[in-house]
């Protein structure tokens, strides 16, 4: 989700197939600003494709936010212990699972003197495997995946040249297949390797009175494709 206003961004997920894994981490991202590297940001049904000469970087920033945990984990009660690098973020990691489709995790921050305390739920989403080929360029790309649906799923596709990066993105129902049209896989180049990964979220957006800040929490399953 885009917006206008600095926010706190905090996620708990796990992957699945070839990339199995799982963390919590939550970073301060500052407002977005018009970034010279950017080529063309171009829609293309329900995907967005974005060419960058370079590939962007967000901008953390340290603010007080008291203490983040999350709660409700197969791990129990996960503290995020702030990172150096980058500065603004909170991070744990797990060797395990985190979660069960369907459960109740809860994300907690104290509040501090730049945002408010906040308590929130989000459900679980199923699993999810991503099934699709390597991309061709200017041919239609079919994907499919599995797992009950879930309120958000989005699928990122992106390659790199020595022009630049391209990104595809696309906010997608989560029915189980997809097929992008020829017209955006045309932005790809068939001389880079490609990256394709899909996710499927529960989401909630808080926007506190009197603060600068909006707070996105979420909670994802994903896998990345070949």
Same mark, same amino acid.
């Given at each position: 989700m885009c917006t206008l206003a600095p926010?706190?961004?905090v996620d708990v997920n796990e992957s699945s =197939?070839?990339?199995? =894994?799982? *963390?919590?981490?939550?970073?301060?991202?500052?407002?977005?600003t018009t970034d010279a590297r950017?080529? #063309?940001?171009?829609? &293309?049904?329900?995907?967005?494709?974005?060419?960058?000469?370079?590939?962007? *970087?967000?901008?953390? @920033? /340290?603010? &007080?936010?008291?203490?983040?945990?999350? @709660? =409700?984990?197969l791990a129990g009660t996960l503290p995020l212990a702030p990172t150096p690098t980058p500065a603004g973020c909170y991070s744990t990691m797990s060797t395990g699972d $985190?979660?069960? @489709?369907?459960?109740q995790i809860r994300f907690?921050?104290?509040?501090? #003197?730049?945002?408010?305390?906040f308590s929130e739920e989000i459900e679980a989403p199923s699993t999810i495997e991503l099934t699709a080929a390597t991309p061709v360029p200017g041919q239609p %790309?079919? $994907?499919?995946?599995? =797992?009950?649906?879930?309120? %958000?799923l989005r699928y990122h596709l992106s390659n790199t040249t020595a022009q630049g990066i391209t990104f595809v993105s696309c906010q997608l129902p989560d029915t189980g297949a997809f097929t992008l049209p020829a017209s955006t896989t045309s932005?790809? #180049? *068939? &001389?880079a390797p490609f990256y394709q990964s899909i *996710?499927?979220?529960? %989401?909630? %957006?808080? @926007?506190?009175?009197? /603060? &600068?800040?909006v707070i996105n929490l979420t909670v994802t399953t994903f896998d990345v494709g070949p």
């Amino acid at each position: 989700m885009c917006t206008l206003a600095p926010q706190l961004l905090v996620d708990v997920n796990e992957s699945s =197939g070839t990339a199995a =894994g799982a *963390s919590a981490f939550g970073c301060f991202y500052a407002a977005p600003t018009t970034d010279a590297r950017l080529v #063309s940001l171009t829609e &293309d049904g329900p995907c967005t494709i974005t060419v960058y000469q370079q590939a962007p *970087s967000a901008v953390t @920033e /340290v603010r &007080d936010l008291g203490q983040l945990q999350v @709660e =409700g984990t197969l791990a129990g009660t996960l503290p995020l212990a702030p990172t150096p690098t980058p500065a603004g973020c909170y991070s744990t990691m797990s060797t395990g699972d $985190l979660f069960a @489709e369907g459960a109740q995790i809860r994300f907690v921050g104290t509040g501090g #003197s730049d945002l408010p305390a906040f308590s929130e739920e989000i459900e679980a989403p199923s699993t999810i495997e991503l099934t699709a080929a390597t991309p061709v360029p200017g041919q239609p %790309h079919a $994907l499919t995946w599995t =797992g009950a649906p879930a309120t %958000h799923l989005r699928y990122h596709l992106s390659n790199t040249t020595a022009q630049g990066i391209t990104f595809v993105s696309c906010q997608l129902p989560d029915t189980g297949a997809f097929t992008l049209p020829a017209s955006t896989t045309s932005w790809l #180049s *068939s &001389d880079a390797p490609f990256y394709q990964s899909i *996710s499927r979220y529960n %989401h909630v %957006h808080l @926007e506190p009175p009197g /603060v &600068d800040a909006v707070i996105n929490l979420t909670v994802t399953t994903f896998d990345v494709g070949p």
